[in-house]
C-alpha cells in the first residue's frame, strides 16, 4: 500500500524492468527526491527474462535465480535515487526474435486494458501530478517497452473515469504525462564529437554510424538541469550490476564532458491540463504550472 502524502507534489514514473529507472531519468528524480518531492517508480515487470550483460556477473548461481537478483538491485537503487518503487507484477517478456511469439503469460501479450488495472489504482492512491513514460516506440522496441507506453496512456485515461475500474478506487485526473527522450541521437552526437574534438576517445561514432532510419524524435518542450545528480544517476545504475559493466558502453564516457555539453534530461509534454510553454518555449520543470496548485486536488473526469 502506497501512502500519500497530503498535498504536495507527487511524481510517478512508469517503467519496464528493473534498471530502467536508473538509465532514463534517474537523475531527474534523484533531484526532485533531494527537493522533497513524493517520487514513486513503478515497474511493470521483474526483469526475468532479461539477459546478464556484466560479464563479471555472469554465472550460474546468478542466472539460476535472476528474479531476485534483479529485485534485490532494484531495491539498492532506489535507496541511492532516494524514491520510493513498487512492482506492478508482471512477467518480463523477453525478445522473442522475427517471427517468435510471446511467452505465454508474459506482460505484452495481456489485453492492455486489463493490464492497465494496477496502474490505474496505484494512480488512484497515489494520485501524481506529474507521470513519465516512454513514447509510442518504447524508446527501443523491446515488447514491454512498447507495452508500458500503451499501458501508461490507457491507466492516466482510465484513472480519471469514475465509471472504469470503479473498485480500483477514487478517480484522478493526472495533470501532466510526459515522455522520456533519453539516449537520443542528439545526445550521442553531442557527446561524440565533444569528446573528439578534445582528443577523448569515443566508441560513440560507430553506433551513430550504423543508426536505424527512424522518425524524427518527439520535440523537446522539457529541460531538466540535473548534471548535480548525474553521480547518484551512476551509482544507481551500478547497482543493476547484472545489467551494467563499469567502464563500458553508458558508463565510458567522461562526466565532466556530459556536464559540460548536455547537463539536462529531456522529456517531451504528451498532455497537460495545464498551460505550456507555448511553441518553440522550453519548460524547466515537470511541475511548471503545478507548483502554486499542488494542494489543490486534481478536477476528476469522466462526468
Known amino acids: ?34 527537493e522533497g518531492v513524493d517520487v514513486l517508480v513503478a515497474t511493470c515487470t521483474g526483469g526475468e527474462r532479461g539477459s546478464v550483460l556484466n560479464p563479471a556477473m555472469d554465472r550460474p548461481e546468478v542466472r539460476a535465480d535472476i528474479a531476485r537478483v534483479r529485485r534485490e538491485e532494484m531495491a539498492a537503487a532506489r535507496e541511492i535515487l532516494g524514491v520510493r ?38 494512480i488512484r492512491e497515489f494520485r501524481p501530478q506529474v507521470v513519465v513514460t516512454y513514447d509510442e516506440t518504447g524508446g527501443y522496441p523491446h515488447p514491454d517497452h512498447v507495452m508500458t507506453h500503451r499501458v501508461t496512456v490507457a491507466a492516466v485515461e482510465a484513472a480519471a473515469d469514475r465509471h472504469r475500474h470503479p473498485e480500483a478506487g477514487e478517480p484522478w485526473q493526472v495533470p501532466k504525462l510526459y515522455y522520456h527522450l533519453a539516449l537520443s541521437r542528439a545526445w550521442f552526437r553531442a557527446l561524440h564529437e565533444a569528446m573528439t574534438e578534445r582528443g577523448v576517445p569515443s566508441g560513440m561514432g560507430e553506433l551513430l554510424a550504423g543508426w536505424p532510419d527512424t522518425p524524427p524524435a518527439l520535440a523537446t518542450t522539457t529541460r531538466v538541469a540535473c548534471a548535480e545528480q548525474f553521480a547518484v544517476r551512476d551509482a544507481a545504475m551500478l547497482a543493476h550490476a547484472t545489467q551494467v559493466q563499469p567502464g563500458v558502453a553508458f558508463m565510458a564516457h567522461p562526466r565532466d564532458i556530459e556536464c559540460e555539453v548536455w547537463p539536462t534530461e529531456d522529456y517531451h509534454l504528451a498532455r497537460s491540463l495545464v498551460p505550456g510553454p507555448g511553441p518553440g518555449g522550453i519548460e524547466t520543470d515537470l511541475f511548471a504550472g503545478l507548483r502554486a496548485d499542488a494542494v489543490a486536488v486534481a478536477e476528476v473526469g469522466g462526468g
Open 85 to 122: 518503487q513498487e512492482f506492478l507484477g508482471f512477467v518480463d517478456s523477453g525478445m522473442p526474435g522475427p517471427g517468435e511469439p510471446l511467452p505465454v503469460g508474459c506482460f505484452a501479450a495481456h489485453p492492455v486494458e486489463l493490464a492497465a488495472v494496477p496502474l490505474v489504482a496505484l
Open 1 to 34: 500500500m502506497i501512502t500519500r502524502h497530503p498535498g504536495g507534489l507527487r511524481l510517478l514514473s512508469v517503467h519496464a524492468h528493473p534498471d530502467d529507472e536508473s538509465s532514463k531519468g534517474a537523475a531527474t528524480l534523484a533531484m526532485y527526491a533531494a
